[in-house]
């Protein structure tokens, strides 16, 4: 296809998502000079940026805030010519562009054509579903501690889970809390060897082992939670806190993709190792995608992978691979 047949408006790239992969794919189609638009969510942040501290980034000793480490990713990108706004996008549709095959990605009253494009929308906290989850919503009832933690300085709180969030997580509240018991329906933790180690050394910590929540309770506000010891026939006890912390893992973000790529049996994207989907022109890359390990780091290494899939794949498409 020759240039004058190309629609001049159309993006080569459209990136949807701007965590850690959406963004490292928009630095490296912004430095491979492809024409790339990021939209990242209005109503939705990256979960890093709730994230205090992270201490796994190869470089960064000392450790950096979620929130500062996007926000070096944003100003990064940008300044190799990454274009970032802000929509939900709502569709993603299937658009001929001239004589080839693309597609139009709409957000808010707008629409983007564009030649490819790469879904990194991440995942969502997963709710317990327990009476007085919804009710206390806001009112003592939180998914992020560094949002809310501080709301609780010198009173109790309850964390519920036992991998890595769980326990950052609970770390991160006993800066505040006068205690925090964290409520895990095994006997051990999941996290990593570091933070257990971290965890169990905490004088603020308590555990209450092999239990699950069975209710959260309150008048206006939450007063506490009813646990139930899953070992010892079912006894029932309660937990008083002012605040309680679910961190029992993720949900993708993936509604946007049902029906156009592949998606595993968990709703995550299924992804080739050039993070190419069953669909032709779309790539997936980082925590929506399946995968082993949800890191920043790995987000980062496929969003760079699916930018230079996505590239290769555009320039196929224009008639100008090298
Ligand atoms: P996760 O690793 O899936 O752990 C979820 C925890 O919640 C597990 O301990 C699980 O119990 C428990 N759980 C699940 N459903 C439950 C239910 N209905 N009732 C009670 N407990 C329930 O999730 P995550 O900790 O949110 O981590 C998600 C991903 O993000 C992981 O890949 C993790 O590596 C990454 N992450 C990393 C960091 C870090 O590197 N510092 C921080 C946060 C998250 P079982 O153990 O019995 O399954």
Redesign the pocket.
Known sequence: MSDEQMPDQAYDILIVGGGPAGLTAGLYAARASLKTLLIEGATSVSQITA?DM???YPGLSGGISGFELVERFKKQASQFGLEIISGDVTSIKRKRLGNIDGWEVTAGNNTYDTFAVIVATG?N??K??VPGEDDFAGRGVSYCATCDGPLYRNKEVVV???????V?EALFLANFARKVTIV???DR????GI?QRRALAESKLDFAWNS??EEISGKESVAGVKIRDVKSSGTLRDIPAEGVFI????TPNTALIRGIADLDKNGYIVADSQMKTSADGIFACG?CTAKL???VITACGDGATAAFSAQLYVEALKGKSY
């Open positions: 994230t992270i201490e796994n995942t906290w997963r317990l579903g519920i889970g036992g991998g890595e969030a769980a950052q895990h329906r095994r933790l999941r996290a990593a933070l699950v929540v961190f029992i893992g993720m925590d390990l949800r890191q």
